[in-house]
């Protein structure tokens, strides 16, 4: 007796038959036919798991966790254009509110709590767009200072040191700028104002100073360095302005030291940029620049287009964008104002402080920034333990954490150090986790160094 009853057929296919399991999916042309929706999900899915765990990267600055709701809220508007300002009016209302906030927080002057045009700034794809514009800004204001006093226009420079960010070395190149770089030495990882007094002259279109460098989260001595241009300026020298470089650092010293004076309080400082994507704590893409005062940016370097419907002032190297990352960043905001970020921020630097406390009692471990600046701590090999920063970082990766191991910058290459960085999603459990990942990693560098000396000399 037959049953004539039959189960759909996907409820009886395995979860990998046909061309899914037995063809690769071509990688360097687009494939001649379809692929179903589900199978080609599962493809590009699997082939991520390649990938590492991006919340045990502790390399990247850049965010890897956020709230579901912002998940949520991102994902629905990830089809709105952010240039599209006329169609999505409630998106550009949101992305002012954020630039006004952003340029409180840094205490930028004139500003209104209730008129929305009283701050000056942009939101852009990270600080990379952000340094670019702040540059465009100098260079511009510089050569109109230059061209009323009848002077020539032909060699600007800007002044910054060898740990900047690959992206002003880009903007150098890009806008015919010479970056006169100020060199670093074991020991000493910031610029120096001794350093910024001899390196500026009249053609300096100003100085770069970093709040939360790259290679061991220092800060740069702000105030220090824009006494020393005033001193100049007083004695007839250069009148040099400053940016600030606090890609990293901007989200956090606000919260855990209030009372550094880096920012607009120090009348030196023209320009500020920021990532919403590092310690802002939205996923990857949204950065702003802010300025002093409308003064600082040149009306030369704002466009106006209708072609989208409404007259729109625009200052972007960059045109369309999702709007999702502004949402992102305005969820932040609203979420944890002021109260929630030092929590956040509080929490980080205790881990940071934490993890430098128990790699500094391992032997031949010495810490050059243990996070009390912002959450990211530096240490490097001394002595001769037969191992190096790049060995550590190699067996780490084996235990699923990712810690970079590289050189330091001009005139210091001979020290090499391991970074850690402490983002929103890395819980103390995992710190300690990694704490004694590093510990297992060393004992079993050193034991392995030993047994091979020893069998060496027998």
Known sequence: ???????????????????????????LRMPKAETEPEAAYRFIHDELMLDGSSRLNLATFVTTWMDPQADRLMAETFDKNMIDKDEYPATAEIETRCVNMVAAL??????????????TGVSTVGSSEAVMLAGLALKWRWRAARRAAGKDTDRPNLVLGSNVQVVWEKFCRYFDVEPKYLPMEKGRYVITPEQVREAVDENTIGVVAILGTTFTGELEPVAEIAAT??????????????????????????????????????????????????????????????WRSKEHLPEDLVFRVNYLGGDMPT????????????????????????????????????????????????????????????????????????????????????????????TMPANAEDVAVLRIVLREGFSRDLAWKLVVAIKDVIGRLRAGNEHAAQAFSH
């Open 229 to 290: 241009l005033d001193e100049l300026a007083a004695a007839g020298g250069p009148d040099v302005p400053m940016h600030v470089d606090a890609a990293s650092g901007g989200f956090v010293v606000p919260f855990l030291h209030p009372e550094l004076e880096w920012d607009f309080r120090i009348p030196r400082v023209v320009s500020i940029n920021v990532s919403g994507h590092k310690y802002g704590m939205t996923y990857p893409g949204i950065g702003f620049v802010v």
């Open 315 to 406: 200052f972007t190297l960059n045109f369309s964008r999702s709007g999702n990352q502004v949402v992102g960043q305005y969820y932040n905001f609203v979420r944890l104002g002021v109260a929630g970020y030092t929590q956040i921020m509080e929490s980080l630097r205790d881990t940071a402080l934490m993890l430098s406390s128990e790699i500094s009692k391992i032997d031949n471990m010495e810490i050059i920034t243990d996070g009390s600046a912002i959450p990211v701590l530096s240490f490097e090999v001394v002595g001769d333990p037969g191992f190096t920063v790049f060995d550590i970082s190699h067996e780490l990766r084996a235990r699923g954490f990712q810690v970079p191991a590289y």
């Open 1 to 27: 007796m037959s049953n004539n009853f039959a189960a759909p057929a996907e409820t009886l296919a395995p979860a990998y038959t046909g061309r899914l399991g037995t063809d690769p999916i071509p990688a």
């Open 106 to 119: 840094f205490n930028a002057e004139g500003l209104s709590e209730t008129d929305p045009t009283s701050a």
